[in-house]
């Protein structure tokens, strides 16, 4: 299994060998943007779409100066100096350093641009596909623009380490209206009465990648389909429910809180949308 790979500052080299300035905004901070990909074959997934995501992010935080068609470049060659075939992308790109450090941030700073490859191994997250999993409900507590994918993580990951200690793999975010937002780092869906439905995008949710080309799938497969609030008062009447993302793909859930959903297992259209989901990586590769 090759070792994960960086391209940092025009140079592949390994991921352990990359030092960033003390005083960059990200590290600082947390200014900055960050993006995910999955590697099929040794081709990135949904590409384009992740790029155009970061390129929104960047323009929403006032980050300019990237060469997004340069980056694109270094992704690929970092991918075949592995060679990687199945593996993650992580994308990363602060603000820059700068000479102090100030919350005002300065637009001539020369943005930090990370990215590195790693081999990812599917087994353990397939596995949980066939059997479901268990999540944990938690206050949404994160900033108010999660619509950009930054950095600034630290409501998410306290909410998740939660999931963990309980033996959750995720968890899902009630805001305090009760509605259901989205999971800590995952899109939602549930079924109810033939109809599937998830949660609008606004400026509290993520425009999940995966999210988007699932309903792309219920499109062209007919299947009934609404964009609404789940109140979490009605999460225990669903017929099932799922997670998407770039890593977990379609995951189905039987479990929140300790309650069962359904039956306790994956349900029928769960396992549709996933056959649906992996059928389209084939035809990809």
Not at 40 to 48: F, I, M, N
Not at 129 to 136: L, P
């Amino acid at each position: 299994m090759p070792k994960p790979l960086a391209h940092y500052k025009g140079r592949i080299l390994p991921l352990d060998e990359v030092m960033i300035p003390a005083l960059d905004r990200g590290f600082l901070f947390g200014d900055a943007v960050y993006e995910v990909l999955r590697v099929y074959g040794g081709k990135p997934w949904l590409e384009s779409e992740h790029w155009r995501r970061l390129e929104r992010s960047l323009a929403e935080i006032f980050i300019t100066g990237v060469d997004l068609d340069r980056l694109r470049t270094r992704v690929a060659e970092t991918i075949a100096a592995g060679p990687f075939r199945e593996a993650m992308v992580y994308l990363q790109i602060t603000r820059g350093a700068g000479p102090q450090r100030r919350h005002a941030f300065n637009t001539a700073l020369t943005p930090t641009e990370l990215l590195w490859v790693e081999d990812y191994d599917d087994g353990l997250t397939a596995r949980k596909r066939e059997q479901g999993v268990a999540v944990i409900t938690r206050p949404d507590l994160r900033w108010q623009r999660c619509d950009i994918k930054s950095t600034n993580l630290l409501a998410n990951i306290m909410a998740n380490t939660a999931a963990a200690e309980r033996g959750a793999a995720e968890a899902i975010f009630y805001l305090p209206d009760g509605t259901l937002s989205e999971g800590s780092h995952s899109s939602f869906f549930w079924v109810k009465n033939g109809v599937l439905a998830t949660t609008p995008i606004a400026q509290n949710i993520l425009p999940g990648i995966t999210r988007q080309f699932l309903i792309e799938l219920v499109t062209r497969e007919g299947i009934p389909f609404k964009e609404m609030p789940l109140p979490a008062s009605e999460l225990f009447s669903v017929d099932e429910l799922f997670l998407t993302g770039t890593t977990s793909e379609v995951l189905p859930v039987v479990k929140v809180d300790e309650r069962i959903i359904g039956d306790g297992r994956p349900g029928a259209l769960s396992r549709r949308l996933l056959a649906a989901h992996q059928g389209a990586v084939a035809a990809f590769l």
